[in-house]
């Protein structure tokens, strides 16, 4: 996976997935060879220090994890000028990992910055085989795979969200692109309410919750149809929706 660097060579962006549930063992989800990769690195790029640190131990991280250097990259990183200080140390030689909180950084999590000022200096990025809960929706879900659409997060008032509905079903079915998005454990039981009032009986609706979890869901049903089935708990529960 990683390749001998000469002298005088930047280093390596490697794009690190780790598990989307918090009980799941690391090594159930990710493949033998990124530990090779993990292990040869001392510098870390992540979106929050305390879920990097323990997924590292919980990965078997075979050295102290107060040696390593932590630098965060999340919502909150505005300036340029803290990417590249980030950026810094790889430009000058040294390999650096980037660890979201959960699933592959740069998908719907923080990373994309640091990506992004690495390709204009020419600097090597290496994204790391690991679960995407967006993929993995699509492919257990029936729906199109040939062509879907991922779109975030939906607006949180009800009337503006009202509309984001009924404009990603007229893509879904008009246009037969499975439209994908996510919400926030403490939001996602609202925001299913409102899909089975706004939706067309007809339309299509993926569930997926805890994915790769023990309490893993995943169902594909009519509107119609999940209006009279028995829901799973979900207010804190992270969930994606599709709608085909």
Partial sequence: MSQERKPGQPGT??????????DTPVWDVLPAANRAVIDSLDYFIVENVRSARRFLS?????????????RELNEHTTDARAVDEMVRPILAGRSAGVISEAGVPGVADPGALAVARCHRLGIRVVPLIGPSSIILAVMASGLNGQSFAFN?????????????IRTLE???????????????????AKLLGQ?????????????????????EYIRTLTVREWRSALLPEMDKRPAIFILG
């Avoid at 919980?58 to 932590?70: H, T, V």
Wanted: glycine share 6%.
């Fill in 195 to 215: 899909l089975l009032e706004v939706c067309a009986p007809d339309t299509r609706l993926t569930l997926a919750v805890d994915i790769t979890s023990p309490q």
């Fill in 152 to 164: 975030g997060y939906l607006p949180v008032k009800p009337p503006e969200r009202a509309r984001a």
């Fill in 13 to 22: 962006l490697y794009l690190i997935p780790c598990p989307i549930a918090e």
């Fill in 58 to 70: 919980k990965a078997g991280f075979g050295r102290p994890i107060d040696s390593l250097e932590f």
């Fill in 170 to 188: 007229r893509r879904a079915t008009g246009e037969r692109q499975s439209q994908v998005f996510i919400e926030a454990p403490y939001r996602n």
